[in-house]
Each structure stands twice: as C-alpha cells, then as structure tokens.
C-alpha cells in the first residue's frame, strides 16, 4: 500500500515520534467521539478515558522502545526541543503548558463539591419463593402465568390486559412500553422499559406478578425500595387483572417468559 | 447506467435532506389495512378502535387524545378550518406532541408503518375522502432577524395586547387571563390556555416559527383562533406577526431546563433574602424539578397542572433560605374558577369510591426532608415516608398563608410540629414565589432535620393546585433530589496546585538543562535554560 503524501508530511508520518502523537491523538478521539455514537453505547467516563490513554501510552511507549535505532530516532524531537536556540518559544509554550495543565487537575483533585450519592440498586433483586396477595398466600417458585392454561381464552384475557395496562401502566411505562411514558422524566429510577432485552425477557412470569403486585414498597433493600414509584398494585388489581396485563406485555413486545424448565436454580 | 446511479443518487439526497418538502405530495402506496394493523396495536389503547379519541387510557387524561372521526386537528400548516396535510400528521406521529401523553414515534416505527397509519386514521373521516378539496400548506416566509432586540420584542409586547392575547394568556403570558377560566374545547372538555412560559410544553413546538405557524393557522377545535385575518385587513403585518412570536418566545427558556441531582445553596454573609422579590435571588443558580401526577396511592390524579418548580437556596452558616417558584395560573381559592374545577374533575377519570366534588382548596407546596441526613444511601419512602419511616416536611398553603412543619408518615398522615420555618410569598400574575427560613440547628434534633454544610440531603418537592381540585392525594409529586450547602473553599485547595505547579516548573527547567549541557559540548552554549527565565 502506498500512501502519497506530499514529501515533508511523509517524513512526520515515517518518524516514530509523529507516529506515537498521532496514535494518541487517533486513540483519544476514537475514545471520546467515535465510541459515544455507536449504538448502545454511551458517553465514556473520564476515570475510563484516562485508563485508555494510559493503556495507549504504554503500548506506544514499548513499541518506540522496542528497537534502538526507532528509539533514538523518537527522542531526536525531544532533544532538540529541550536545546535548539530556533525552538526556544515552544520550549517555552510547552513548560507553560504542561505546568498549566499539571495546576488545573490538581486543582480538581483537590476541590471539594457535593455530589449525588452513587445510586446503587440491584435491578432485579432475588424474589422471595412466597408471597401473601390479599390476604392468600401465593408461591411464587415454578409457578406459571395461569391464564396460559388455556389457549382458547387467549384473546379474551389480552383485551382485558391491554385495557388495564392503558388505565394504569400507561403514565410512566409509555404508549411503547420502553419506559418512557409522560411522567417517567419524575421519577428515578425511570420506569422499566419492556422493550429491552434485560427485563420481562430475561425473567419469568411469576417474577413480573411479584413486581407489579408488591411494586416498589414490596422490594428488598438492594432494590431500594425508597425510590421506586411503582405502585402496590394488589391495592389495585384482582390477581387474574395482573396475570392479564403481564399476558399483554409479552404479546405487545413480542418477548417470551423465561420458563422454570430453563431456569438453572431459583431465580436470580 | 451512469444516468441511472446518478438518478438513485438525486433520490437518495432528496430523500435524506428534504424529508418535510417530500411529504408535502400526497402519500402514496399507503396500505390501509396494514395501517390498521400498526393503529390497532399502537394508537387504540387512546384514539379507541373508533379512532373517537375513546381508547382505555382516555378517560384520565387532559388534554384528551385526539379524536379523528371529526378531522379536527390543532397543529396543522393550513388555513384555520382546514384538513391538515400528510406532512402535519406525520409531523405530529414523528415527533409527538410535548405536555401531552401522545410520544414522538420517529424511533419506534418504521416510515411505512408511520406512512401507513396516517392512511389508516384518514379513513375514519369522509371529509378525507373528498379528494376534490386541494390542501395546501400557507406560505409562512422567513423570521425576520433582530427578533431578541429590545424594540421587536417591544412591538411584540404591543401587538400581545392589541390583539387580546391576554384576555386568556393573562398579562405576564401564564395563561392566567380573565377569560382563561370559562375556556373549553368544542368537544366540551375543558382547556387551558397555555402557560407562554413553558414553550418546551408547546403541542406544536417551542420555536419562534412554530409559535408563529401557530398564530397563522390558529389551534382549530379551541379557542386560540388564527390572526391571518389581521394580516388581510392590514391591522398588523407579517412581520409584526413574527415580532409578536418572537416575542412569546422570549417568555421562556432558551432551551427546556435540564434537571441536575443536587441544589447547591452558596454561602452568603450577613442576612439572608427572606422576601420572595429581594434582588438577591436574581444572583442565585435555581434548579428545574419536575412534577408528575400522583399515580401511587389511591384516589391517584392524572392531571396535575404544576408541571415543575424552580428551586435557588442560601445560607448563612445559620440559617437556610429556600426560594421556590412555580406557574400556578390561579391564586386559589378562587370563585371565579370554581366551575372550571368542577368541569375538569368531570372530565378526569378518578378511582375514589364517591365522586369528587369541587371545593374552595388552597394552593400549597411542600418541601421534604428526611429526619437525620442518611449516612448510607437508605432514605425514607420518597412519597412522604411511611408508618415506620415518616420524612420531615414544610407545608406552605396560600390560605390561610402560613407555613407548618411536621412529620408526615404516608400521604393520609401528617403530624404538625411546634415550630415551623419563616415564610413569605407572592403571586404575580400566575407565578407563586416562596422563601422559606429556618436555622440550621434546631433544639428539636430527633425530628427536624438539622443541617449540616457540605453534605448531600434528601429533598423532595409536592405541589397542589386548588383551584384544579387538588388536594389530599391529588397532588403533583417529585422523586428524591439532593440539596448542599456549599462552604467557603478552604485556602489549602489554593495551596496544593500552587506547589504542583512549582515541582513540575522547576522539574522541567532540570530536564532542559541537563539536556543543553549533554548538546553544549558539540554545539556551544546559547539556547539558554528555557524562554521562561529568561524573560
């Protein structure tokens, strides 16, 4: 492959040094502009981008270091920057720089700010075997949507369950079921989004009936129950109403139920 | 062959850069029954399977969802009383309809299946099928520059009277005008007239030239009429149109206000702003909080109209200060909109056992705290606390106009405390501004929240409107946010990137000397140590 570049751009892009700058430079801008725009990804934290650069710059460095004659050809720049009279204001600038730079994080090291609490919270908390609906007591281990006993009835019972999502879900779970209903910007955390691929699709259905029918009260500590606006839904819906609308979930994002067949132990 | 790769190439383009001029010709290959596949699974639970606007989801909620049997549609590019265009529709299903239920559908749906469904909903109305009538989107020009000057938004403001917009937006533009309390739809249902202050809550959106298409096709089925009329008769101009837009558009934020986790409340010396109006605040950083309807507990309410607070706070080392605004277009309680509550209690779907009935309620707002700053990250139940685990709150209410303090446990309980902050309020054209005072430390240590600088603190924020019939459990709530009270930086911060800065000067001054004298035996000296000492 041969590159054609004009002559004096081919001797930066020949030399080890202008090599090891713009992999930097290539690495940074890879880490803080291109990886945010994949899809699924999100915008790399700083702490992140820092151990990137550091793993880039000592890989740079070992390549550099690699052979004798690539090593004294890289420090060449560095030479004559510290001693060539004609570089003598970029050595200047660099000092400043680089001393400037050293202030500024040290400086955000040292300040203080308040900051939010980390919020940590386990999505999907391990579900008790037994729960008490209304009064009766409901075992949760193995237990199967009973609504799909029948195939017949289908229909009948996903007209009822989209009906109860629309009446109830609706505000914060949305029209899409992604979780983002008019209100999900109040809460946090923001509703469960059906839609993807790690929640109703990767739980089985009697632990989605534990969720809706205790809500955010019903959740163990490590679900910190203190936030969640889920509400308690048995203080609303008749167990068949849930089974119902847990039915119409699966059916509108087209996911299935983890079934207890594949499950390995108890839920997790 | 090059012709043709150039042809698929020009339509490749028109279709990436000119998406709305594309729609403006009518849809083609539109498959209704595939539409009807897409609006039965999406748009029903809403619209209805009639496409009456009926769906399960309808009855709670306000504005209703857009009945299309009557092919009345509010935000069109057309004539007052016109069908709107394809590309109308397809704008509304793209990007939704903000301060309403109905979401953008852009990333949800695949255009055919948008393009598809517009084909469907036409279908619910004859007036659709009457293919003699020729839509046409109005020509609406350019915005004429110099819209943030004072003069145009001076001409705007002129024009805003002039033209009556404040007989129902009010004075100040929060919908607060006098005749905002007998406003309905042609349906029947009530409405209000839109708080100018919210323009990220606009249906049609929020820019000048959306405000301003607004103004020219006005919102058909209410009672915001169109002003092209004007135009015609030559009482206004086109551009004085786009003045007044421009100005309606300076009423609100340049851009919907993010909402940030923690309140930082500076440190102030001396005495604290307790005045709603002091010119202090206007120094202050405040801080957007959402409400949302309390849709947890019963009887839940699903159309709160305080749809968010401003929140600035100070402090002195001995006491806090908490500013809150909030548009509230009704100073409640007030005769005047008691018709209104009741039209709108009507019309909202509620889950209490008797009907609500209309009542004479107060505004009131609520700030709450937990007992003791949490040392992990437990907190009490952010809707008021439990039984076990009650939250410590201030109550403001505008009647009568005092502040209480106390422990709430739930929303059904409250229990007030002796002693409550200092408060003082204002409401101003459809705005109420609260400061609420209180020392940091109180004797009362087991339940009033004591506070300390530099820690993060729970806080929450619940708004009622009385005069929309909220009280009780039909309120307007928030989640846990968290509010600091910053300190003084301490002059070691100062110290530390000082000396940093001298090491690593000093470190850099050795490299280029050892560096020089290595060269100075084959070159000579007279590159000098570095630019720095020498100047």
Redesign the interface.
């Known amino acids: 492959m041969s590159l054609r570049l004009p002559p004096a751009l081919r001797r930066y892009a020949e030399h080890p040094f202008w090599q090891a700058v713009g992999l930097l430079v290539l690495a940074y801008v890879v880490v803080v502009f291109v990886i945010p725009l994949l899809p699924g990804s999100a915008i790399v934290p700083k702490s992140v981008v820092l151990q990137y650069m550091a793993t880039v710059l000592v890989g740079v460095l070992i390549y550099v270091s690699d052979n004798e004659e690539r090593w004294a050809r890289f420090k060449e720049p560095l ?1 004559a920057l ?4 004609r570089l ?2 970029v ?3 660099v ?2 720089g ?3 730079l ?3 994080v ?2 955000g ?4 700010t ?7 919270r386990s999505i999907h908390p391990a579900p008790p075997t037994e729960i008490t609906f209304r009064g009766h007591s409901v075992t949760l281990t193995g237990l199967d949507n009973p609504l799909r006993q029948h195939p017949e009835s289908a229909a009948a019972h996903l007209v009822v369950g ?2 109860i ?3 109830n879900c ?3 779970h ?3 079921l ?1 979780g ?4 999900a ?4 955390p923001i509703p469960a989004n059906f839609q993807d691929n790690g929640t109703i699709a990767q739980l089985t259905e009697s632990f989605v009936f534990w969720r809706i029918a205790k ?3 019903g959740l163990p ?1 490590e679900g ?4 969640s ?3 308690r839904w048995e ?2 819906l008749t167990e068949r109403e849930i089974w119902s609308v847990i039915l119409f979930l699966y059916d ?1 994002t087209g996911w299935t139920p983890r079934t207890w067949e594949k499950t390995v132990s108890s839920e997790r | 062959m090059t012709n043709r790769v150039m042809f698929c190439v020009t339509l490749f383009g028109a279709a990436v850069s000119t998406p709305l001029t594309a729609y403006r010709s009518p849809l083609t290959a539109q498959d209704t029954v595939k539409g009807k596949a897409v609006y039965v699974k999406w748009c029903a639970g809403c619209h209805g399977d009639t496409g009456a606007g009926d769906g399960a989801a309808a009855p709670a909620m306000l504005p209703r969802p857009r009945n299309f049997t009557g092919a009345v549609y509010k935000i069109r590019t057309t004539a007052s009383g016109q069908l709107p265009t394809d590309a109308d529709l397809m704008s509304a299903i793209d990007e939704g309809l903000p301060g309403s239920a109905m979401p953008a559908w852009k990333a949800r749906l695949s255009e055919a299946e948008r393009r598809d469904v517009i084909a469907y909903i036409k279908t619910f109305s004859s007036f659709f099928a009457d293919t003699s009538q020729h839509i046409v989107p109005l020509g609406f020009g350019k915005e004429p520059g110099g819209g943030t000057s004072a003069q145009a938004v001076k001409t705007g403001r002129s024009f805003y009277d002039s033209i009556g917009c404040r007989k129902c937006h009010g004075d100040q533009g929060r919908g607060d005008g006098p005749s905002a309390p007998t406003l309905k739809d042609d349906a029947g249902f009530p409405i209000f007239a839109a708080d100018l202050h919210q323009s990220w809550r606009f249906r049609g959106g929020g820019r000048t030239e959306d405000i301003y298409r607004r103004l020219r096709t006005g919102l058909d089925g209410t009672p915001m009429p169109s002003f092209s009329d004007l135009i015609d008769q030559k009482f206004l101009t086109d551009e004085e149109l786009w003045r007044l837009s421009q100005y309606v558009r300076s009423l609100s934020p340049a851009r919907e206000p993010e909402v940030r986790d923690v309140i930082h409340a500076p440190q102030l010396g001396g005495t604290l702003p307790a005045a709603p109006d002091d010119t202090t605040w206007a120094r202050v950083d405040r801080y957007w909080f959402p409400l949302v309807g309390q849709v947890i507990r019963k009887p839940r309410w699903f159309a709160p109209t305080v749809s968010g607070v401003w929140v600035q706070a100070v402090h002195n080392g001995r006491e806090l200060a908490l500013r809150l605004c909030w548009d509230d277009r009704t100073l409640s309680p007030d005769t005047a909109w008691l018709a209104f509550e009741r039209r709108v209690l009507e019309t909202v779907a509620s889950d209490d056992s008797t009907p609500p009935v209309a009542g004479l309620w107060p505004d009131q707002v609520a700030v709450q705290l937990p007992r003791h700053i949490p040392d992990g990250m437990e907190r009490p139940y952010f809707l008021m606390g439990t039984g076990t685990d009650p939250v410590y709150q201030w109550r403001w209410t505008s009647e009568p106009r005092r502040t209480v303090a106390g422990l709430a446990r739930g929303l059904e309980q409250f229990d007030t405390l002796g002693a409550a902050p200092e408060s003082q309020a204002v409401w101003d054209h459809g705005e109420w501004r609260v400061v609420l005072t209180r020392s940091l430390a109180t004797p009362d240590t087991a339940n009033e929240l004591q506070f300390v600088a530099g820690r993060a603190i729970p806080v929450a924020f619940f708004a009622w409107d009385g005069s929309n019939g909220e009280h009780g459990s039909r309120l307007a709530v928030s989640t846990w946010y968290f509010l600091a009270l910053d300190q003084p930086t301490p002059p070691r911060v100062f110290v530390s990137p000082v000396v940093a800065m001298a090491l690593t000067l000093g470190l850099g001054f050795m490299v280029v000397w050892r560096a020089q004298r290595r060269a100075g035996g084959s070159r000579g000296t007279g590159a000098g140590v570095g630019a720095g000492a020498e100047t």
């Open positions: 030479g510290a001693t060539e009279p003598k204001l050595r200047g600038v000092l400043a680089v001393t400037g050293v202030g500024l040290t400086y090291q040292v300040r203080t308040v900051a939010a609490p980390p919020n940590l989209k009906r999502y629309y009446q609706l505000p914060c949305g029209d899409h992604d983002q209903g008019h209100y910007s109040g809460f946090n809500g955010g009260p500590r910190t129950p203190w936030n606006a889920m509400p203080d609303f509108q």
